[in-house]
């Protein structure tokens, strides 16, 4: 869309229909898109699917960090104590030292790298969907519970998720790799 900034959002020239649209200064992208609807939000955005980053503004459009995925990855989770709580129910999941910790449907304790394989954003989550995968929302690369890709988001071809192998004693959990 061709647009010149004009104080208010945009100004689409290349249409016979004058298009106008208003956002607040303060509005974030993701509030604006939100309110003017599903299917005129996925016509704005569409072009930005395979690798935009930022607005007009500068501000970020995924929520999340560029990281590196984890090494040495070595540390306890105590199944008793508050921050286990999410792992009480199959398909529950926390995230510590950038590794997602995860009971998976069939109840048993999994762990992968919370640190995507695609462009390194730390958004990978479990989701009870599919048999259980892992999930990053910022492009939609989604993995088997095993690290395999299940999809490629882009032209690249999808690398394996990091995983880590998970031991349970007397109600304590070790991560490591
Ligand atoms: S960073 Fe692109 S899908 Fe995760």
Known sequence: MNTVPLGIRAYDYSVSNVFLVYTPKAMKRKEFLRSIGAGAAFALTFPCV??????DDGDSDVEGEVKEVPNNVDF???LSSAEAANL???GGFI???DVV???NLEGEIIAAS???SHQGYDQVRFQSIDGGIFYCDVHGSRFEQDGTPLN???ATPAKALKVYMVEESDGILRIFE
């Not at 395979?50 to 607005?55: H, K, R, T």
């Open 95 to 97: 995230l510590k030292n």
């Open 114 to 116: 919370q640190i995507c």
């Open 76 to 78: 306890t989770v105590d």
């Open 50 to 55: 395979q690798g935009c980053s930022s607005n």
């Open 152 to 154: 490629s988001v882009d």
């Open 101 to 103: 910790v995860a009971r």
């Open 88 to 90: 009480a129910s199959n």
